[in-house]
């Protein structure tokens, strides 16, 4: 009788203790997701992006949400991040789309285009004007979704050993610059090359390259290309870089919505943290370059070569339009909503800076 | 005993149901907080940001962190929201610290200044340039804590009855201007006025006030004052007017560590998110006062004007900073700042616009 009293206690007691231990266990299943990023370990700014986001996760979540990132020097395949998030060996990335146009040319719209919006007004454009739906148009293809990751603010033009004082100077000009903004110097007689990294100021320096662009005083200082070319051109290739996350469809649809929630917010945030960020390490290095070189020599590009630029990209977007429907509602949907809101950058910041000089 | 061993088991019964209930109530304990807002009901882009705000904040808690909205409407005390939020009788408000400078003249600096920072400048210096430090150091004073609330962008200069040709023409100029703005013009010989927002578009149309200014177009067009007013001059005394949350600090700290972090990034996000809307808006809406009124002449103040206005905003931050170590210390950062960032500025977003047109 004892004997059987107490195993029905026990028995009791076990599957009260299963009871008492399970809904924690399921509130607390932590999901995990491994980001593959394009850049380095420790990569300034773009770096701190994807560290940010997985420390808000890990909090927000109360650890239920756990981001590993690895970085190129683990994953060695920096623009293969593409297809590793595609095929789910990665569940998310962080890169940029402009580097998937070889796969899909539509991706190429939505980090910047020569002549394009700047970052408030491309934001705008994303989250307000209709961004986001074409971006989900081209990804629901690939299994991806695709977020905006981090803006650099607007590029500078690059460092240059001569002056460029009109189109004939482009002619045979041997620059570093990719992607489309590269199309359209070649359109002008320009030698557009690809060049590593790493070999960049060395090719600077010794002359193999005419010219480089990289991204601004943010992300330049490091390169050093300050000390070997004295020209600086304000920039028209790139007046908005929006860096990219992917999510794995199929790994997105398996989160529960608050985290999946608390990972759209996070990604959003992160990318809008770096555009500030961004800004600030534009602003303090290029005070740090001024006070070390104090000879660089700030350029715009003469109102010629602009046009003649605008005019070789307008052509380039024409040829790409006719190509592909989903190509031509995209450049519309930028060309219409950028035609609004440029008149209000014109009135609002740029009369403001303007009118202090 | 029959009787004896029903009861037992009952016991048994009721501390396992209990013991299963419990953890789920205790991961499900449901924080409530009240947010005041000086806005009224269903004021567009301000009152998107906090129903954004609830909304972020509601998902990715899993329904554990509710805020409910009180607009003005309700509480009936605008400006009054920040007594309410150190007196702990709403736990959140929605507002603009320059409205409590008459309780405390430092808040004053936390919202935008005269020929001060333009958005992009602004979000660096509270991230990265010390800002958020320097608002803790003023709002602990007070027992809240204080963040970033959504941006308009820069704020138009306003809308003219007659064109401003010389800093004579400002003499006895009668505008609706509050703030620290209005004390600038005020040195220059203008008559500010202050004016409830339901009485402007009469005072403007029947000359009762010479001039006026509200936001921008984003707010500007249902105000209808471009049907009535030739003028509308571009910015100097908002460049980047950014809204605020407070939080009273006690309930802040009776959040857990995961609910804290929710409402920060939730707040942060709606933040930058209502600048991309504002910017979106009025892009839209500067399209629709141009298409109904065509001969809306836009106007910046000549560089005498401009100027003027420099010296008098450059003397009155002088006699504040004399009065004050912690107002000297906010000026201080804000102008060394501004030297630094403005000069990316200029060579960024504002060369590539100029090199456009």
Same mark, same amino acid.
């Given at each position: 009788m004892f004997k059987y009293k107490f195993t029905r206690k026990m028995i009791i007691a076990a599957t009260c203790a299963l009871a008492l231990i399970n809904p924690v266990f399921s509130a607390d299943k932590v999901y995990r997701l491994k980001l593959a990023e394009?850049?380095?370990?420790?990569?300034p700014i773009f770096g701190d992006a994807t560290k940010n986001l997985a420390k808000m996760v890990q909090t927000m979540s109360n650890g239920r949400l756990k981001i590993t990132i690895d970085s190129k020097n683990k994953h060695k395949s920096p623009f293969g991040v593409f297809d590793m998030v595609r095929g789910g060996q990665y569940d998310m990335g962080h890169s940029a789309?402009?580097?998937?146009k070889g796969k899909?040319?539509?991706? $190429?719209?939505?980090?910047t285009m020569p002549f394009g919006m700047t970052a408030p007004e491309q934001y705008a454009w994303f989250y307000y004007g209709g961004g986001m739906d074409l971006m989900k148009k081209v990804y629901d293809r690939h299994g991806i979704l695709s977020f905006p990751g981090g803006n650099t603010g607007n590029q500078m033009g690059g460092w240059f050993q001569k002056e460029i004082?009109?189109?004939?100077? $482009?002619?045979?000009l041997k620059m570093r610059i990719p992607g489309f903004a590269g199309e359209v110097l070649a359109k002008l007689g320009a030698k557009p090359t690809n060049i590593p990294a790493g070999e960049l100021y060395t090719a600077l320096e010794r002359r193999t390259i005419d010219a480089l662009e990289w991204v601004g005083p943010s992300l330049d200082l490091r390169m050093g290309f300050h000390k070997i070319a004295p020209y600086y051109y304000t920039g028209w290739h790139e007046p908005g870089t929006e860096l990219q996350y992917m999510v794995n469809k199929k790994k997105w649809d398996s989160l529960p919505a608050d985290l999946q929630e608390i990972l759209r917010v996070a990604m959003r945030l992160s990318a809008y943290d770096m555009y500030a960020q961004s800004y600030h390490a534009s602003g303090e290095n290029w005070a740090k370059m001024k006070s070390e070189f104090p000879n660089i020599k700030v350029k715009t590009f003469p109102k010629e070569v602009i046009s003649a630029m605008e005019k070789a990209n307008a052509e380039l977007l024409v040829e790409r339009a006719a190509k592909d429907p989903l190509a031509k509602e995209i450049i519309d949907s930028q060309a219409a909503y950028m035609k609004k809101v440029r008149a209000w950058s014109e009135i609002s910041d740029n009369a403001y800076l303007n009118s202090q000089k």
């Open positions: 394009t850049w380095p370990s420790n990569f789309s402009y580097y998937w899909d040319p539509n991706t $190429l719209f939505f980090t004082n009109s189109v004939a100077d $482009l002619k045979g």
